[in-house]
């Protein structure tokens, strides 16, 4: 609702463009509305007349709202501002809040929001949870849900069959609280038409062991991140998605005295998802997993475009198998993986990397750079080389400074044309 911007704009220029612009509603059907300056709060009645009137002028439009909203010590004015605006919850159609302070978000007493298609709420709202509950299920074209810090989270969980893409992100907080894993896997079979997944627990929530794995029919992207490894074997081993296409996994924490195998959660995750052909996309932290367990799953995955693996020590054993032997002819005779392009490989805080590590880890960029143009794997498709291999700038210094010929080695493929990502960030939270 800046005045120096269309539409209130166009009101200011003469009287004609003034009466114009006011008298189209679809002008005023969008609007971001950001209470963030103490000026801002000061003029609580104005800017209250002034949301009234744009949301007048906007008729009987579909409503398109943003409301940020960060001043902590005037929850009147921005709860005056989500009565106002909840006033038309009838026209919402996509709406995103951010409640940064203490607002009291008022009951609702619609049956749905007939044409809701996106929600969003970021906040720690005082909110009767049922009011907003209910409605929401009922919305028949709700495709986007992504709440974070919204309270009574077993409350509202799946299944809403309409539902495309489901976003959690930071239960809020209760002594008393978990996430109730085996009824969000019961829920998760029944959402048919999700298609994307994201779960983001970054603080350390009690879980509820699920009973049955959830079978997610039409899920294409998951993207799970938890506060510590266990967290996330115990979510992921709880579900399966045949039709996958991007999977990213990680964790704020790891402590190598928890239980909680990740890989072999990962493996029976895949597993019972039938080795999904379209998973092209693979982003994992598999800190202190065995290479040998992590290979055998990268075996598995024959069409993966793009992979990334964080936390595991860069060895022959984990190194030998992505490194490609091809005949004179171009046949491929051995190496993972042969379609990916994109290979990032970050080790984190492991012990420091030995001669015949860094060689395993030469030959290996060197072997899927220097892809000869006709070469194929065992069904007759195109082996691709390699665009872009990443490493934290920590083991890039290490490298260069222990290990000069290996180094040189790398950098000529990159003076050749590869892309040499290197990363700033060298470390997570680690427990000894």
Known sequence: MNPHQAPTLLTHVCREWRMVARSIPDLWSSMIIELRFKKTVSAGPVFLDALQDWLALSRNRLLTIEYHSTIRDHTDISTSILNLI???????KDVFFDVDGHETAPALSLDSFPSLTQFQYRGNPAIQVESWLTPLRRSPNLCTLMLE?????NEWSLPWPQLTSFHVDDIVEDANAAFDLNRFAANLSQSTQLKSLQLDFTEHVAIVPARERGFAP??????????AQPMLAEIIQALAAPKLESLTLGSEHYDPHETGDVTRA???F???????????????QLYGSPEVEVVEILERLPNL???????LPLT???LAPLTFRISDDGQLLSGTNPHVSSLLLYRYEQAQPQLEDIVALADMVESRWHVPPNAVDGNGRAV???DEFGMLKYDVEYVEKNFSEQYGRIERCRLEGLRWTIDPIDSISITP
């Open 86 to 92: 909840c006033s038309h919850a009838h026209r919402w």
């Open 266 to 268: 990962l493996f029976s």
């Open 149 to 153: 810090w919204w309270p009574a989270y």
């Open 270 to 284: 895949l597993s019972d998802s039938g080795w999904p052909s379209a998973l092209r996309i693979l982003l994992v």
């Open 384 to 386: 691709q080389r390699l």
């Open 316 to 318: 022959p054993v984990f």
């Open 305 to 311: 475009i793009e992979l990334r693996v964080d936390g």
């Open 218 to 227: 039409e899920v294409v992207d998951i993207d799970i991140n938890v506060f």
